[in-house]
């Protein structure tokens, strides 16, 4: 029934109260028994994050909240204690001749001492806003640090996404 009252109020150019139907309409499959069980954990995620795409507020909010965690994240234990130099080491052979470098660098090593200074802030907050933009840090990391990114660079530009979906909407009507 809400699909039909959605469709005719599309059909309408009505487009605002089209959303509201829109919105009881997915409200219905998730609270229905008969929608499977996976379907509807997904509608309650959907429903949760972004009120179904059509509340911004609640997608900034949570885009907020993930990069914050990511920060804090990121200053307990994705950036390491010191920057690995680079290290050359190599030969020069009696009488000239050519010289072989082997640039080599440590790996990155997990913090013991203060965690959370201005400089390790600056850097986690650098590495969680190219996060949002799919982009790679080029930050030394440690392992934990890595994955924190990679999580970090699959769910923050999704919540963008469903705040810009949203902007969109209301912006459209």
């Known amino acids: 029934m809400y699909r ?6 599309e059909d309408g150019k009505d487009e605002p109260g089209a959303a509201n139907f829109y919105y009881g309409e997915i409200e219905m499959r998730r609270h ?3 929608t499977p069980h996976a379907e509807r954990a997904l509608l309650s995620l959907y429903w949760a994050v972004s009120g179904y795409g059509l509340r911004a507020s609640r997608a900034l909010g949570w885009l907020a909240g993930a990069m914050l965690a990511t920060v804090v994240l990121l200053m307990s234990f994705g950036i390491p204690q010191n ?7 190599g030969t020069v052979p009696p009488g000239g001749g050519r010289i072989t470098f ?7 090593r997990n913090p013991t001492g203060d965690r959370f200074t201005g400089e ?13 933009v799919f982009r790679s840090s080029g930050q030394d990391l440690t392992t934990a640090g890595t994955y924190i990114e990679m999580a970090s660079r699959l769910a923050e530009p999704a919540l963008l996404g469903l705040a810009v979906l949203a902007v969109r909407g209301r912006v459209k009507r």
């Open 4 to 9: 039909a009252l959605r469709k005719a109020l």
């Open 32 to 34: 229905d028994p008969g």
């Open 83 to 89: 920057s690995p130099g680079q290290e050359a080491t």
């Open 102 to 108: 082997t640039i080599d660098k440590e790996d990155p």
């Open 120 to 132: 390790r802030f600056e850097k986690a907050l650098g590495v969680t806003l190219n996060s949002v």
